[in-house]
Each structure stands twice: as C-alpha cells, then as structure tokens.
C-alpha cells in the first residue's frame, strides 16, 4: 500500500505513567543469547483487527493513550532504547523515553486488503484448520500399519459425530499443552502440532518441485523456559527461544508418510532438553551469528509464532478481535506464522508466504486442502 494513500492525523510519544528509575540512574538490561541473534530481524508486527468502537474518536484516542502509559509502566524496557556500550554490547536503557502513536486515517482501505494481502512478489494466505481437522491429522499421523485400524475408527468417529466425539474435547487442550508434554517426555505420540507441520512441511516441498535428493528444512523455534535446569520463570520478558532445523531430502518428505515426517519433527522436539539448550548457548557463544532471515536454498519452511500464544483475548472493553494478521516485515518464501483461531477450542490459522508458483501448487494439493475450511469471522 503506497504511504501516499494514508494520511497522518497526528503523532505523539507515550512515557510510562510513572517512571522505572531516577533521571540520574538508567538502568541497563543486557540481551540474551536469544535476543542478540534476532537484531537482524525487523519488529514483530502482529495486529489485531477490530469492530468500530462504541466511542467517538476522541474519546478512544484519549483512552488507548492512557492504557498505553499504564502498561508500558508494567514493562519499562518497551519504553526504553537499545544502546551499543564502548565494547560493543548492545543493551536496554530503561530510560522511559517511551514509544510513538500514530493516528493514521486510510479511507479507502477496507478489510479484504488485511484479511488477503498481497506482497509482491510472494503470495500470502491464511489456512483455517478446526479442531476436527486438525484431530484428524494427528489420528493419521499417529496411525501405524498396526493401528491402522483403530485410526479409522477413530476418524469416522470424529466424522460422524462432527467433531464431538471426547476426543475432540480433549484436543483444545492437547494443542495448547504441547511444550509441557514434550519436555515431561509424557508426549510418546506425534502432538497435533506437529502433525499440521508435518502435512506443511509434505505440502509445500511438493509444491516447489524440486529434485529429490535436495535437502530440505523444517524449522520452528522453541520456548527454552521449561526445558532449562533451573527452570526459567515462565513470565521472564526476554526472548527464551531456539531454533530447531529438522533436515531431510525431498524424496523423502514426499515420498514417505504424514507419520515418518510428524515422528522426525517429534523427535527432534523431544531431544530439545536442558543439555541441548546449553550446548546452543556455548556454541553460539564461541560462534556469534544473527538468525539466518530468509530461504537461502529455496527448500526451507520457517514456522513462526505460535496458536498457543492467547492473541484473541486482546479484547479492549467492546469485543475481542475480528481477525489477527501480521505486516509485511520478515516475510519470505517458506514463513508460516501459526495463531490460534478465532473460534478457539484448538483451533489454528496458518498465515502461510510462498512464491506465486508455488501457492498454485499448495492450492491444488488435495491431500492438504481436505483439512483446510474457511475462516470464520
């Protein structure tokens, strides 16, 4: 959307309602090995899509201020600014210099735009998988040439009962509790998140066409807080996360199974223990690099965000959102960002960015689209 089609009502900077420290003391916040990598990335822009207010303008503009100085005291880093010291570390002043609002007006913007972008020259699109689907995906994932029949069962039970069947009760919860399960080693079975990236990952390399014996990657990141020994405090604010590269050939993610590629992705989770987040950090120590942002060998899928993360409780006093969507930074061919979907009970919304070749090929994949249904809004 070209800049000169929106218009800047006004623009002003938020500071926390009360300060974090003393003018003559500014303390500073040191990054992680997990934040440092990501400063190649731009900001995270997650949005929310909201209904017209019950309010006027003004009266919005004068509460959303006042919200925004009463949390950014809860959270002085976001108010702060990143600093280089004379020996080259880059920190967090907590300086309370606060952040911009922007009041922009864009009268011939409507929906559709946010809800089905476009970003030249790649193809962006949401794929909205229900609770059922995504249950179905994880029976078959799960499903062996021994329990084959029990996985039918299980199917046409789900199919029959139009998802109300316990199990899909109990999939809501499954979903969301997949880091713990991994890390108590409690999760002996493919999660229904794997077993959604492992159709993706099948997916989309058969879309790309690429010749068999090329290798191709699954990555997604981890949250390191619970796998740590001591555990980390669940609320720590910094960025507590690893990415994980599941590698293997084209022939074979596309020849194999839905359950030979959920079990490699799930091994891979599980082996992600205290030992190994340690052996990262000394690694990435002895070896400093930024997060490789991009498909390099065009084989790669990036899976992002998570539909653990509650985004639809965003609801500021009139209703939770419309939809989630997310802006056109870090976007490449192969970023999938996973958000739970809007109807909740485990479902997720995949917003999937691939070249234009290679989205015709995922939007006629049969096997793929069977899972997929319309957003619901």
């Known amino acids: 959307m070209p800049s000169s089609s929106v218009s800047i009502v006004s623009k002003c900077t938020i500071c926390p309602q009360k300060k974090s420290e003393s003018n003559t003391k500014k303390p500073l916040l040191k990054l992680s090995v997990s934040d440092l990598p990501m400063l190649s990335c731009h900001y995270i822009q997650k949005g929310v899509l909201l209904s017209y207010p019950p309010y006027s303008l003004d009266d919005l503009v004068s509460f959303l201020k006042h919200s925004l100085s009463s949390a950014l005291t809860h959270f002085p880093a976001l108010a702060g600014r990143l600093v280089t010291d004379s020996n080259g570390y880059v920190h967090i002043e907590c300086n309370d210099a606060g952040v911009d609002f922007i009041l922009a007006r864009a009268k011939h913007l409507s929906t559709k735009p946010i809800l089905s972008p476009l970003h030249d020259p790649l193809r962006e699109r949401i794929f909205h998988f229900t609770r059922e689907s995504i249950l179905k995906l994880k029976l078959r994932a799960n499903s062996s040439s021994n329990g084959n029949n029990n996985y039918n069962n299980q199917l046409q039970k789900v199919t029959r009962s139009n998802g109300h069947d316990e199990s899909a009760e109990i999939l809501g919860k499954q979903c969301n509790d997949l880091a713990w399960r991994a890390v108590k080693n409690q999760a002996a079975e493919i999660s229904s998140f794997q077993s959604l990236c492992a159709q993706l990952w099948r997916s989309v390399t058969r879309a790309r066409k690429l010749d068999a014996n090329k290798t191709t990657t699954f990555r997604m990141a981890v949250n390191c807080r619970h796998r740590l020994e001591p555990k980390l405090d669940p609320y720590y604010f910094g960025n507590a996360i690893q990415s994980i590269p599941t590698i293997a ?71 939770k959102p419309l939809a989630i969507r997310s802006g056109g930074a870090n976007k490449f061919d192969g970023k999938i960002s996973a958000f739970p979907g809007r109807e909740g009970n485990g479902s997720v919304d995949l917003e999937v960015v691939l070249s234009p070749e290679t989205m015709a090929g995922l939007e006629s994949d049969t096997e793929f689209l069977q899972y997929v249904s319309e957003p619901i809004y």
């Open 249 to 319: 050939t084209v022939g074979d993610v596309v020849n194999q199974d839905l359950r030979w590629c959920g079990d490699l992705l799930h091994k891979n989770v599980v082996a992600h223990d205290n030992e190994t987040v340690r052996r990262g950090v000394k690694d990435w120590e002895r070896s400093p690099r930024l997060f490789p942002l991009g498909n390099f060998d065009g084989a790669m899928i990036t899976m992002g965000s998570s539909p653990r993360f509650p985004m639809y409780d965003n609801d500021f006093g009139w209703g």
